[in-house]
Nanobody, 127 residues
Framework: QVQLVESGGGLVQAGGSLRLSCAAS????????MGWFRQAPGKEREFVAG????????DYIDSVKGRFTISRDNAKNTVYLQMNSLKPEDTAVYSC????????????????????WGQGTQVTVSS
Protein backbone atom coordinates (compact mmCIF):
# COMPACT_ATOMS: atom_id res chain seq x y z
CA GLN A 1 0.00 0.00 0.00
CA VAL A 2 1.09 3.59 -0.60
CA GLN A 3 0.22 6.74 1.30
CA LEU A 4 0.07 10.05 -0.57
CA VAL A 5 0.40 13.52 0.92
CA GLU A 6 -0.08 16.68 -1.13
CA SER A 7 1.42 20.06 -0.36
CA GLY A 8 2.02 23.39 -2.04
CA GLY A 9 -1.50 24.73 -2.30
CA GLY A 10 -2.46 28.23 -1.26
CA LEU A 11 -3.86 31.58 -2.32
CA VAL A 12 -2.44 33.22 -5.42
CA GLN A 13 -3.47 36.05 -7.70
CA ALA A 14 -4.56 35.39 -11.25
CA GLY A 15 -1.53 34.99 -13.48
CA GLY A 16 0.57 33.59 -10.67
CA SER A 17 2.14 30.18 -10.20
CA LEU A 18 2.11 27.35 -7.71
CA ARG A 19 3.86 24.00 -7.59
CA LEU A 20 2.01 21.15 -5.96
CA SER A 21 3.89 18.17 -4.59
CA CYS A 22 2.64 14.67 -3.90
CA ALA A 23 4.95 12.71 -1.62
CA ALA A 24 4.58 8.98 -1.24
CA SER A 25 5.41 6.60 1.55
CA UNK A 26 4.95 2.91 2.03
CA UNK A 27 5.92 1.89 -1.50
CA UNK A 28 7.99 3.40 -4.24
CA UNK A 29 6.08 5.64 -6.63
CA UNK A 30 8.00 4.26 -9.59
CA UNK A 31 5.57 1.33 -9.76
CA UNK A 32 2.52 3.55 -10.26
CA UNK A 33 0.93 5.67 -12.90
CA MET A 34 0.03 8.98 -11.28
CA GLY A 35 -2.66 11.55 -11.74
CA TRP A 36 -3.83 14.91 -10.45
CA PHE A 37 -7.53 15.60 -10.05
CA ARG A 38 -9.41 18.64 -8.82
CA GLN A 39 -12.83 19.37 -7.42
CA ALA A 40 -14.34 22.82 -7.24
CA PRO A 41 -17.29 23.65 -4.98
CA GLY A 42 -20.52 22.34 -6.46
CA LYS A 43 -18.73 20.54 -9.29
CA GLU A 44 -17.69 16.99 -9.96
CA ARG A 45 -14.11 15.86 -9.54
CA GLU A 46 -12.21 16.11 -12.81
CA PHE A 47 -8.99 14.75 -14.21
CA VAL A 48 -6.33 17.45 -14.58
CA ALA A 49 -3.09 15.69 -15.55
CA GLY A 50 -1.60 12.23 -15.71
CA UNK A 51 1.84 10.69 -16.08
CA UNK A 52 2.75 7.13 -16.92
CA UNK A 53 4.76 4.87 -14.67
CA UNK A 54 7.87 5.32 -16.77
CA UNK A 55 7.35 9.06 -17.10
CA UNK A 56 7.37 8.84 -20.86
CA UNK A 57 3.74 9.82 -21.35
CA UNK A 58 1.83 12.79 -19.98
CA ASP A 59 -1.57 14.23 -20.74
CA TYR A 60 -3.74 17.10 -19.58
CA ILE A 61 -7.27 18.34 -19.60
CA ASP A 62 -7.65 20.86 -22.42
CA SER A 63 -8.22 23.82 -20.10
CA VAL A 64 -4.74 23.49 -18.54
CA LYS A 65 -2.67 22.51 -21.56
CA GLY A 66 0.26 24.87 -21.98
CA ARG A 67 -0.10 26.13 -18.40
CA PHE A 68 0.34 23.05 -16.18
CA THR A 69 3.14 20.49 -16.20
CA ILE A 70 3.12 17.15 -14.42
CA SER A 71 6.43 15.51 -13.60
CA ARG A 72 7.83 12.83 -11.35
CA ASP A 73 11.05 12.36 -9.43
CA ASN A 74 11.17 8.69 -8.55
CA ALA A 75 14.35 9.16 -6.53
CA LYS A 76 12.44 11.52 -4.24
CA ASN A 77 9.26 9.43 -4.45
CA THR A 78 7.39 12.58 -5.42
CA VAL A 79 5.14 13.77 -8.21
CA TYR A 80 4.71 17.44 -9.03
CA LEU A 81 2.17 19.66 -10.72
CA GLN A 82 3.63 22.98 -11.84
CA MET A 83 0.80 25.42 -12.42
CA ASN A 84 1.49 28.67 -14.27
CA SER A 85 -0.76 31.46 -15.51
CA LEU A 86 -3.37 30.49 -12.96
CA LYS A 87 -6.96 31.57 -13.48
CA PRO A 88 -9.82 31.95 -11.00
CA GLU A 89 -11.49 28.93 -12.60
CA ASP A 90 -8.53 26.82 -11.46
CA THR A 91 -9.71 27.25 -7.87
CA ALA A 92 -10.35 23.80 -6.40
CA VAL A 93 -9.09 21.12 -4.07
CA TYR A 94 -6.33 19.28 -5.90
CA SER A 95 -5.65 15.63 -5.14
CA CYS A 96 -3.03 13.24 -6.39
CA UNK A 97 -3.73 9.59 -7.04
CA UNK A 98 -1.79 6.43 -7.82
CA UNK A 99 -2.78 3.55 -10.07
CA UNK A 100 -1.14 0.17 -10.50
CA UNK A 101 -0.82 -0.03 -14.28
CA UNK A 102 -0.47 -3.11 -16.44
CA UNK A 103 1.67 -1.21 -18.94
CA UNK A 104 4.53 1.16 -18.16
CA UNK A 105 3.43 3.85 -20.61
CA UNK A 106 -0.29 4.01 -19.79
CA UNK A 107 -2.16 7.00 -18.36
CA UNK A 108 -5.46 6.66 -16.55
CA UNK A 109 -8.12 9.33 -16.91
CA UNK A 110 -10.94 8.36 -14.56
CA UNK A 111 -11.06 8.31 -10.77
CA UNK A 112 -12.21 4.67 -10.41
CA UNK A 113 -9.03 3.54 -12.19
CA UNK A 114 -6.90 4.88 -9.34
CA UNK A 115 -6.20 2.83 -6.25
CA UNK A 116 -4.77 5.34 -3.79
CA TRP A 117 -5.56 8.98 -3.05
CA GLY A 118 -4.13 11.83 -1.05
CA GLN A 119 -6.22 14.08 1.17
CA GLY A 120 -6.03 17.06 -1.18
CA THR A 121 -4.68 20.59 -1.04
CA GLN A 122 -6.65 23.78 -1.59
CA VAL A 123 -5.73 26.08 -4.46
CA THR A 124 -7.46 29.46 -4.54
CA VAL A 125 -6.88 31.90 -7.39
CA SER A 126 -8.13 35.44 -6.84
CA SER A 127 -9.09 37.74 -9.69
Amino acid sequence: QVQLVESGGGLVQAGGSLRLSCAASGRTLSTYAMGWFRQAPGKEREFVAGISRNGGSTDYIDSVKGRFTISRDNAKNTVYLQMNSLKPEDTAVYSCAAADPYLSNIIYYTAPQYDYWGQGTQVTVSS
